[in-house]
């Protein structure tokens, strides 16, 4: 016989909870009971106080499944939700700090735009073809641990959006991977690449995410940034991004990301002209190196 607990007749909203709790006794693992128990009680909590219909319901629910058809290899509009909503900065947030109480680097959402299998290039290698517009920029990084030890032979990917305001998957006009690199720290645990300033861009609002902003009467802008992901052996793996502070979006990013010490000033790179410079310093956390999946192939 099975031991399913007896559902009941729930007669009201505290029994009905109770009951569908109780079907969520032996669940495993540990971890995803707390967080079903944790989820069920608030979807309950925000039926109730919204007072939902069964129309809104299904709205809700239509607007999921267009979440899930919206995306696929080239897109992902599951991760654009989450971070509309601030869901992702609020997580980042806490993971933030964490890491910061230990001395290491703040981290930054990775994003929908990380592919796997970016080009492995040598350090001063420029990630972009010549016809990329916007200024130079040269970007100098360092890898080290809590102990600002260098990490020699980490390897960190870098992706960027094209000034044009597209990365290049989404852009038929630019070729495979541009803006994209993965470099290998030197013995010091240092390289440097070549790019172009980045530039703000909006996110896609051509799926349900779009709609949603629509609604919200929301700008789509996120401000110009970099993203990094640096991957050591025996260290945590760390995905960050750095702003531009001089960006006119700056403190109204559509996914609430440029947060504390991501924005930074660029400087004028004082050996050319219209060219600027950055310094990254990426500190490490030892821990168990679990590598994330990039949510485009
Ligand atoms: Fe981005």
């Given amino acids: 016989m099975s031991s399913t607990p007896h559902l009941g007749s729930p007669a009201d909203a505290a029994s009905l909870l109770v009951a569908v709790l109780a079907q969520n006794e032996r669940t495993q693992p540990e971890r995803l009971k707390t967080?079903?128990?944790?989820?069920?009680?608030?979807?309950?909590?925000?039926?109730?106080?919204?007072?939902?219909?069964?129309?809104?319901?299904?709205?809700?629910?239509?607007?999921?499944?267009?979440i899930g058809l919206a995306s696929g290899p080239k897109k992902n509009e599951a991760i654009l939700l989450a971070d509309v909503l601030g869901l992702s900065t609020l997580v980042q947030l806490q993971d933030a700090k964490r890491i910061m109480?230990?001395?290491?680097?703040?981290?930054?959402?990775?994003?929908?735009?990380?592919?796997?299998?970016?080009?492995?290039?040598?350090?001063?290698?420029?990630?972009?073809?010549?016809?990329?517009?916007?200024?130079l920029m040269t970007v100098r990084v360092r890898v080290m641990d809590l102990n600002k030890k260098s990490v020699p032979g980490a390897l960190v990917d870098v992706w960027q959006a094209s000034p044009s305001g597209l990365y290049e998957n989404q852009d038929d006009h630019q070729v495979d991977m541009n803006l994209r690199g993965r470099f290998t720290a030197d013995n010091h645990g240092e390289f440097f690449f070549r790019t172009v300033k980045p530039a703000g861009y909006p996110i896609p609002i051509d799926g349900p995410v779009g709609r949603l902003l629509d609604h919200q009467k929301r700008h789509a802008m996120r401000p110009?940034?970099?993203?990094?992901?640096?991957?050591?052996?025996?260290?945590?793996?760390?995905?960050?991004?750095?702003?531009?502070?001089?960006?006119?979006?700056?403190?109204?990013?559509?996914?609430f990301g440029a947060v504390g010490s991501l924005v930074r000033h660029f400087e004028p790179d004082p050996t050319q002209v219209n060219a600027w410079q950055l310094q990254v310093d990426i500190m490490l956390e030892p821990g168990e190196t679990r590598i994330p999946h990039p949510p485009l192939s």
């Avoid at 989820?39 to 999921?64: K, M, S, V």
């Avoid at 230990?102 to 040598?122: M, Y």
């Avoid at 970099?226 to 996914?255: E, K, M, W």
């Fill in 224 to 255: 110009a940034h970099l993203h990094f992901i640096a991957i050591a052996q025996g260290y945590r793996v760390l995905a960050t991004q750095i702003f531009d502070s001089q960006d006119p979006c700056i403190n109204s990013d559509v996914v």
């Fill in 101 to 135: 109480a230990h001395g290491g680097t703040e981290p930054g959402l990775i994003g929908p735009f990380w592919r796997a299998n970016h080009p492995q290039l040598p350090s001063g290698a420029k990630i972009c073809t010549a016809d990329t517009p916007g200024d």
């Fill in 35 to 66: 967080i079903l128990n944790s989820l069920i009680q608030h979807l309950h909590a925000f039926a109730q106080e919204t007072q939902l219909n069964y129309e809104e319901l299904e709205l809700g629910l239509q607007f999921l499944n267009e």
